[in-house]
């Protein structure tokens, strides 16, 4: 049987290698030079309903109202966003919390512009109805290009010890058999399962929005130096952008055919269905538990208790201030 497993891991990553790469050959990210004025954004990932209210904010043309001329440039599955904003390729990305502080505790001075997530879409889905929770030193997938902080962080405060399975995109390796869990985002991975006909429930899927992890996510941001030399640019586009998503939210049929033009473009792997279920919790996302708005802001207290789990579990060195993150504007 291990042996099995084993020549099953191996086909499964040699498949999931040869997709990942011709989809990265299908989305090269551009190598032209940035032109001069423009504002080259570029999301976290592939084109996809994740990123609708910058699609929205370009076609409808609200950045040009705003007085901002605006590229929008994905990056390539094997090429993050980040190291694009590092080299000056891309002055604006999308980062999770999480995952900006991290990169900030490395050196790299980050400042957040627009914040359009308000809670954390991340879980854990393990397989035949298992508690995630009652696995310990299991075989979890998690993605090369990061987002899985707070799942490190909950596995060294439970003492799971799980053993992290990288993997480039999709669900391929936990569908095959080869992962006893993955982690997952509400609004993607976990529509895929759905779609493969796997059964979940509240026995194999842990949801940390609801365990003591509903950290924020999706937000705008800069390198802190170009955010300097750029404020107004930098403010005209978060405006405009807040705008694509309030718009998004009051027109959702329009804004799923312009996230379906961009996917087509991109040359993505997905499907209509799986983009419209994407965007409907996207946008549940973006509202706050408290508030019941949208408030495109990112909270002290959400700062704080990140700071307080990335730190007690040694994924940062040193505090990150909020007041690092928000510029004073």
Same mark, same amino acid.
């Given at each position: 049987?291990?042996?099995?497993?084993?020549?099953?891991?191996v086909?499964?990553?040699?498949?999931?290698f040869a997709?990942s790469?011709?989809?990265?050959?299908?989305?090269?990210?551009a190598?032209?030079?940035?032109?001069?004025? !423009?504002?080259?954004f !570029?999301?976290?990932?592939? @084109?996809?309903?994740?990123?609708?209210?910058y699609y929205? @904010?370009?076609?409808?043309g609200?950045?040009?109202?705003?007085?901002?001329?605006?590229? *929008?440039?994905?990056?390539?599955?094997? +090429?993050?966003?980040?190291?694009?904003?590092?080299?000056? /390729?891309?002055?604006?990305t !999308?980062l999770q919390?999480?995952? @900006?502080?991290?990169i900030?505790?490395?050196?790299?001075?980050?400042?957040?512009?627009?914040? !359009?997530?308000?809670?954390?879409?991340?879980?854990?889905?393990?397989?035949?109805?298992?508690?995630?929770?009652t696995?310990?030193?299991?075989?979890?997938? *998690?993605?090369?290009?990061?987002?899985?902080q707070? @799942?490190?962080c909950?596995? +060294?405060? /439970?003492?799971?010890n799980?053993?992290?399975?990288r993997?480039?995109?999709?669900?391929n390796?936990?569908?095959s058999?080869a992962?006893?869990?993955?982690?997952?985002?509400?609004?993607?991975? #976990? #529509?895929?399962l759905l779609? %493969?006909?796997?059964?979940?429930?509240?026995k194999?899927?842990?949801?940390?929005?609801?365990?003591?992890?509903?950290?924020? /996510?999706d937000?705008?941001?800069m $390198?802190?130096?170009?955010?300097e030399?750029?404020k107004?640019?930098?403010?005209?586009?978060?405006?405009?952008?807040?705008?694509?998503?309030?718009? $998004?939210?009051?027109?959702?049929?329009?804004t799923? /055919?312009?996230?379906?033009?961009?996917?087509?473009n991109?040359?993505?792997? %997905?499907?209509?269905?799986?983009q419209?279920?994407?965007?409907?919790e996207?946008? +549940?996302?973006?509202?706050?538990?408290?508030?019941?708005?949208?408030?495109? +802001?990112?909270r002290p207290?959400?700062?704080k208790h990140a700071?307080?789990?990335?730190?007690?579990?040694?994924m940062?060195?040193?505090?990150?201030?909020?007041?690092q993150?928000?510029?004073?504007?």
């Amino acid at each position: 049987m291990d042996k099995f497993r084993h020549w099953m891991l191996v086909v499964t990553l040699v498949v999931s290698f040869a997709g990942s790469a011709a989809m990265a050959l299908a989305q090269q990210d551009a190598k032209a030079p940035v032109k001069d004025g !423009t504002l080259i954004f !570029t999301p976290q990932w592939t @084109a996809q309903a994740q990123f609708a209210g910058y699609y929205v @904010a370009l076609e409808k043309g609200f950045y040009k109202e705003a007085g901002v001329d605006v590229e *929008i440039v994905h990056p390539s599955v094997s +090429r993050s966003a980040i190291s694009r904003v590092q080299k000056n /390729e891309s002055h604006a990305t !999308t980062l999770q919390l999480a995952q @900006a502080m991290e990169i900030i505790d490395k050196g790299v001075p980050l400042v957040n512009i627009l914040q !359009t997530s308000m809670n954390n879409a991340l879980v854990i889905v393990s397989r035949r109805g298992v508690d995630p929770l009652t696995q310990k030193g299991a075989r979890v997938g *998690i993605w090369n290009s990061g987002f899985g902080q707070l @799942a490190i962080c909950m596995s +060294r405060k /439970e003492g799971l010890n799980y053993d992290w399975i990288r993997f480039a995109s999709h669900v391929n390796l936990f569908v095959s058999g080869a992962l006893d869990a993955t982690l997952a985002m509400s609004y993607n991975e #976990y #529509y895929q399962l759905l779609q %493969t006909g796997m059964a979940l429930d509240d026995k194999n899927v842990y949801r940390f929005c609801d365990h003591g992890y509903n950290i924020q /996510e999706d937000g705008v941001y800069m $390198a802190k130096d170009y955010y300097e030399a750029h404020k107004d640019q930098a403010r005209r586009f978060a405006e405009a952008s807040k705008k694509g998503w309030e718009w $998004a939210a009051a027109h959702p049929d329009e804004t799923l /055919e312009i996230v379906m033009k961009y996917v087509k473009n991109g040359k993505v792997a %997905t499907n209509r269905v799986l983009q419209k279920l994407m965007l409907k919790e996207v946008l +549940r996302l973006q509202i706050d538990r408290e508030s019941k708005k949208r408030e495109f +802001r990112l909270r002290p207290d959400m700062v704080k208790h990140a700071n307080r789990l990335m730190l007690e579990n040694k994924m940062i060195g040193r505090e990150i201030k909020y007041e690092q993150l928000v510029p004073n504007k």
